[in-house]
């Protein structure tokens, strides 16, 4: 729109309040491209142009719309070459005239009455071709030789009108006599360019059409779809979204969504976080009929980057978010039941002399042990380290005759080899020298009439083991350093997490030996052989490390999960240690995975995973190169020597020593 039609306007203002119809007809009736429009108070508010017009059309607006919500302001005037201008610069009245004339655009030839050329404006030297120092102080006729123009015009007529060409161009000239007190001071010649009605035409029903697709195509997506300028007012919506939303949406065009949301139409508006953050956002909407919609808003940028649409699409997922609640429920209350047959479990969950039994093979092991409380028999319990071959020992001899008798128990591997005879016979006072005076007895008169447990028998040395053979045929003992045997009454319960008989065969454990106390065998699974066990132990040994460290902790699903699948290679005590070291190290009270030591998770926990290897290379160094891993590995991943040997199924003083080896140190 150009400030010269601005300068030549003539007919009345429009209201802001005449629909968008009237107002096309008024310009219309009126050959003009715009007018003035007033609000009530008579104050100008803005232009109304075909521009308006044309966009009305291309974005579907109503033409029941008031012009108020779509005019043109101040902004919409532009100079020339396309860019705003600013009516308010200029030093003079001529200044401002002739800045307001070259920055129209307009093509204006002002002369005196004899038709002499005193101003001449950009535009039409740019027509010309010319510059216009030539064009001033020069007749018209000499650049413009047609006659009509130089017809006359006098004073009070509205103006004379003439067809001229210029070039291949063809301008209307529209002749106006400056007058002043009846006496004319000049004429101002305003020139229009006459443009072909077809490309103008061609264009507005290229618009019309573009406008129908992108209609059809609106109302045809399943997806609800509403569109708002770069203010945030509504200017489409499709079918759909007025289905799924099911909300009354006829008055809504030309509203803003900040007002929508305040009314409580809608919970929030995604266009308004589009506008704010010029990037896509998608949300939860609610809306005052009670759908849930999933929105998202996507921002449509002009050449100079700033949003000018925000198109948004919208979902329905009021049943999907209804059912999200009901699993949400349904949850809550599968996991309510969970626990109490967890409690209910529990309960069932027998406590043996302080040994937690869940399991069927558990429950077999203590059914057998009971039945040999009640033999006066020696006892062999195999199984490995870790697995409880104590506590077995324990209620076989508080369920027997001897239960108010004393147990003594012994670490056959723990005794220095020099001191074992003694330790396990006694002797005589003056046996040997440092010996005690009055002599000292063993572990043998110790246990009278009672148990001796022997754990770890298989570490016993060679020569030993011939001397607790004659003990357990004969039922005498002999002392060192004495001179008669006396009877012994004592029950062996042994235990071995060694493979006896493979030993027998390797000579390095007695035949006759392990005939004698193999005759009741009792072996006790691996924790990982009996899975139903692992929860219980874990329940129990966090109820006991809770309350002597007065804390509250609680162990997640998934924690049990990692329990279960894991191959727990030190049985119960690694378990009792883990969950000890838990209770103490966890931030929170709840215990989840990631508290876990990396050997729960591939590839740590995997105790049989194969090892890779890249290259030949001698034995001797591949060897040291896997030991020397594991070690590393080891000390990475726990806390103690205990531990790592427990994992390695190695003493700790070989961890030690091979630590030392390779120098690896705890970080």
Same mark, same amino acid.
């Given at each position: 729109m150009g400030i010269e039609t601005v300068l030549r306007y003539e007919a009345r203002a429009l209201s802001d309040t005449e629909t968008l119809k009237a107002a096309a007809v008024f310009l219309h009736a009126h050959g003009i491209e715009m007018a003035p429009v007033v609000d009530e108070a008579q104050s100008l508010s803005g232009f109304f142009s075909r521009?308006?017009?044309?966009?009305?059309?291309?974005?579907?607006?109503?033409?029941?719309?008031?012009?108020?919500?779509?005019?043109?302001?101040?902004?919409?005037?532009?100079?020339?070459?396309?860019?705003?201008?600013?009516?308010?610069?200029?030093?003079?009245?001529?200044?401002?005239?002739?800045?307001?004339?070259?920055?129209?655009?307009?093509?204006?030839?002002?002369?005196?009455?004899?038709?002499?050329?005193?101003?001449?404006?950009?535009?039409?030297?740019?027509?010309?071709k010319t510059e216009s120092q030539i064009l001033l102080g020069q007749k018209l006729s000499v650049f413009l030789n047609q006659a009509d123009i130089s017809g006359d015009c006098s004073a009070g007529d509205k103006g004379c009108t003439h067809k001229i060409d210029v070039g291949e161009r063809s301008y209307i000239s529209m002749r106006c006599a400056i007058e002043h007190e009846g006496r004319i001071l000049g004429f101002l010649i305003r020139f229009k360019e006459i443009l072909r009605p077809e490309p103008v035409a061609g264009e507005l029903a290229s618009a019309k059409e573009l406008n129908r697709e992108l209609h059809a195509i609106i109302e045809s997506s399943s997806d609800g779809i509403y569109v708002c300028d770069g203010e945030a007012n509504v200017l489409r919506i499709n079918r759909a979204y007025r289905e799924i939303t099911e909300l009354d949406t006829s008055d809504f065009y030309g509203r803003n969504m900040r007002d929508l949301v305040k009314e409580g139409i809608y919970s929030e508006s995604v266009t308004l976080k589009v506008l704010e953050n010029s990037t896509p956002v998608s949300i939860v909407q609610k809306t005052s009929t009670g759908k849930s919609l999933l929105a998202t808003g996507n921002p449509i940028f002009n050449d100079d980057g700033s949003v000018f649409r925000v198109v948004t699409s919208v979902r329905d997922i009021t049943e999907l978010y209804s059912l999200q609640l009901r699993l949400e429920e349904t949850r809550r209350i599968s996991e309510q039941y969970m626990k109490e047959l967890q409690n209910l479990r529990v309960k069932r969950v027998r406590n043996v002399e302080g040994m937690v039994i869940g399991s069927d093979e558990m429950e077999k092991v203590v059914e057998m042990a009971m039945r040999f409380a009640g033999i006066n028999a020696t006892v062999l319990i195999t199984g490995e380290s870790g697995t409880g071959k104590e506590m077995v020992a324990d209620i076989i001899h508080k369920h027997s005759e001897r239960a108010d008798r004393p147990c003594i128990k012994v670490n056959c591997g723990a005794i220095p080899k020099d001191l074992m005879e003694s330790e396990f016979f006694g002797y005589e006072e003056g046996a040997f020298t440092g010996a005690r005076k009055g002599g000292?007895?063993?572990?043998? $008169?110790?246990? %009278?009439?009672?148990?001796?447990?022997?754990?770890?028998?298989?570490?016993?040395?060679?020569? &030993? +083991?011939?001397?607790?053979?004659?003990?357990?045929?004969?039922?005498?003992?002999?002392?060192?350093?004495?001179?008669?045997?006396?009877?012994?009454?004592?029950?062996?319960?042994?235990?071995?997490?060694?493979?006896?008989?493979?030993?027998?065969?390797?000579? $390095?454990?007695? %035949?006759?030996?392990?005939?004698?106390?193999?005759?009741?065998?009792?072996?006790?699974?691996? &924790? +990982?052989?009996?899975p139903d066990d692992i929860q219980f132990l874990a329940a129990h040994f966090l109820r006991f490390f809770n309350k002597n460290y007065g804390t509250q902790k609680r162990l997640s699903p998934d924690v049990l999960d990692h329990f279960e699948r894991y191959s727990w290679p030190g049985n119960i005590r690694e378990l009792q240690n883990l969950i000890e070291r838990l209770v103490v190290i966890a931030p929170d009270d709840l215990i989840t995975a990631k508290d876990l030591p990396c050997c729960f998770s591939e590839p740590c926990g995997a105790a049989s995973a194969d090892i890779a290897v890249k290259g030949l290379m001698p034995l001797k160094d591949a060897l040291e190169s896997v030991e020397k891993q594991l070690i590393r590995m080891a000390y990475d991943n726990f806390a103690t020597t205990r531990d790592m040997a427990e994992y390695l199924r190695i003493s700790a003083a070989s961890v030690v020593r091979k630590a030392a080896k390779y120098g690896i140190r705890k970080k």
């Open positions: 521009e308006d017009i044309v966009r009305a059309i291309r974005y579907d607006i109503s033409f029941d719309t008031e012009i108020g919500k779509i005019i043109t302001w101040n902004k919409g005037l532009k100079n020339g070459d396309g860019s705003p201008h600013d009516i308010s610069g200029g030093t003079s009245p001529f200044g401002l005239m002739d800045a307001i004339v070259n920055a129209s655009g307009s093509m204006v030839i002002v002369t005196d009455p004899d038709l002499t050329i005193r101003f001449v404006s950009r535009s039409v030297t740019t027509a010309l000292r007895a063993g572990y043998f $008169s110790m246990a %009278e009439g009672g148990t001796l447990f022997l754990d770890e028998i298989g570490e016993l040395p060679y020569d &030993l +083991q011939a001397k607790l053979l004659r003990i357990l045929q004969s039922r005498e003992l002999m002392r060192i350093g004495g001179r008669k045997s006396s009877p012994v009454d004592v029950r062996i319960i042994a235990a071995t997490n060694k493979n006896l008989e493979a030993m027998v065969a390797e000579k $390095s454990f007695r %035949e006759d030996l392990y005939y004698r106390i193999n005759v009741f065998p009792l072996h006790i699974p691996a &924790l +990982q052989e009996r």
